[in-house]
């Protein structure tokens, strides 16, 4: 829509997570050098948390990009408390059979796989996506799982991933072993007030345009507004230059940002003040 007025290749904004756009802000860049160093380690349990909307997945995403072809990787993403059995979430991630299989069986061909994949030099990563979700039983169920190794070797590598709330559930008493395990963790917080100038010009460049288009003052209301948190900003900045384009304007300053947020707060399904 406004693509072309703007001299974009395509929207800088959009809310879907893409590595392309990855902004290695002081933070991502410290939580992604602790995935990288996990991987590389074989650590058992690596766990990343964060505000929703700080990029967890756009980091995990970059990650997978850039593993290599000795890594296999499962994703879970569809968890919540009612998993009864999440060692057939597991094994729907590798892609193997777990329907009308027991328990038992279902872990000693789990571990049969882990260790043909070990013997041909290949590494197993399990991602959990949103693992606040996950009950007490199915974490537990993932600690059982990383009891297996070869001598010094963990033969599955676990990250978690998950909002401010799974600190809080890996800290509970019935989880002190898992937590034992946990060999990396980092918390994402929201983009300082500071980064989000830079968050906006990386996301214009990778689209196509190397000129300032927000003003420095726009720049700063949007920091204020979407207290840093990239999400926020996506939504804010798309629909500033909707705004921008609609009225033939060829720079975003603050007065557009105050009207965005104004007509969203009344008019708007969710207030951005």
Same mark, same amino acid.
């Given at each position: 829509?406004?693509?072309?007025?703007?001299?974009?290749?395509?929207?800088?904004?959009?809310?879907?997570?893409?590595?392309?756009?990855?902004?290695?802000?002081?933070?991502?860049?410290?939580?992604?050098?602790?995935?990288?160093?996990?991987?590389?380690?074989?650590?058992?349990?690596?766990?990343?948390?964060?505000?929703?909307?700080?990029?967890?997945?756009?980091?995990?995403?970059?990650?997978?990009?850039?593993?290599?072809?000795?890594?296999?990787?499962?994703?879970?993403?569809?968890?919540?408390?009612?998993?009864?059995?999440?060692?057939?979430?597991?094994?729907?991630?590798?892609?193997?059979?777990?329907?009308?299989?027991?328990?038992?069986?279902?872990?000693?061909?789990?571990?049969?796989?882990?260790?043909?994949?070990? =013997?041909?030099?290949?590494?197993? $990563?399990? !991602?959990?996506?949103?693992?606040?979700? @996950?009950?007490? #039983? %199915?974490?537990?169920?993932?600690?059982?799982?990383?009891?297996?190794?070869?001598?010094?070797?963990?033969?599955?590598?676990?990250?978690?991933?998950?909002?401010?709330?799974?600190?809080?559930?890996?800290?509970?008493?019935?989880?002190?072993?898992?937590?034992?395990?946990?060999?990396?963790?980092?918390?994402?917080?929201?983009?300082?007030?500071?980064?989000?100038? =830079?968050?906006?010009?990386?996301? $214009?460049? !990778?689209?196509?345009?190397?000129?300032? @288009?927000?003003? #420095? %003052?726009?720049?700063?209301?949007?920091?204020?507004?979407?207290?840093?948190?990239?999400?926020?900003?996506?939504?804010?900045?798309?629909?500033?230059?909707?705004?921008?384009?609609?009225?033939?304007?060829?720079?975003?300053?603050?007065?557009?940002?105050?009207?965005?947020?104004?007509?969203?707060?009344?008019?708007?399904?969710?207030?951005?003040?």
């Amino acid at each position: 829509m406004y693509e072309a007025f703007y001299g974009l290749r395509e929207k800088p904004f959009s809310i879907q997570p893409d590595p392309e756009f990855l902004f290695m802000g002081k933070r991502h860049s410290m939580a992604y050098a602790m995935l990288e160093y996990s991987v590389v380690n074989r650590a058992g349990f690596t766990v990343i948390s964060g505000d929703i909307g700080c990029g967890k997945t756009t980091l995990i995403r970059n990650l997978l990009n850039h593993l290599d072809g000795r890594a296999l990787v499962g994703l879970i993403n569809n968890t919540h408390q009612d998993v009864n059995n999440l060692l057939e979430w597991v094994m729907l991630a590798f892609d193997l059979p777990y329907e009308g299989v027991s328990t038992v069986a279902l872990y000693d061909a789990f571990q049969r796989f882990l260790v043909r994949q070990y =013997g041909s030099g290949k590494r197993v $990563l399990l !991602i959990v996506d949103e693992a606040q979700n @996950l009950s007490v #039983s %199915a974490l537990e169920s993932l600690r059982m799982l990383s009891n297996i190794n070869a001598d010094k070797d963990q033969l599955l590598q676990i990250i978690l991933v998950g909002q401010p709330q799974l600190k809080e559930v890996l800290r509970r008493p019935e989880l002190r072993q898992l937590a034992q395990r946990v060999s990396s963790h980092f918390f994402i917080p929201p983009l300082e007030a500071g980064e989000v100038a =830079g968050y906006i010009q990386h996301r $214009l460049k !990778i689209s196509g345009r190397m000129e300032p @288009l927000f003003t #420095s %003052a726009a720049n700063l209301r949007v920091a204020h507004f979407s207290r840093g948190v990239p999400r926020s900003i996506n939504m804010l900045c798309d629909t500033a230059l909707v705004y921008g384009f609609s009225e033939g304007l060829a720079r975003i300053d603050v007065g557009l940002i105050e009207d965005v947020v104004k007509d969203q707060s009344e008019f708007g399904v969710f207030s951005m003040d």
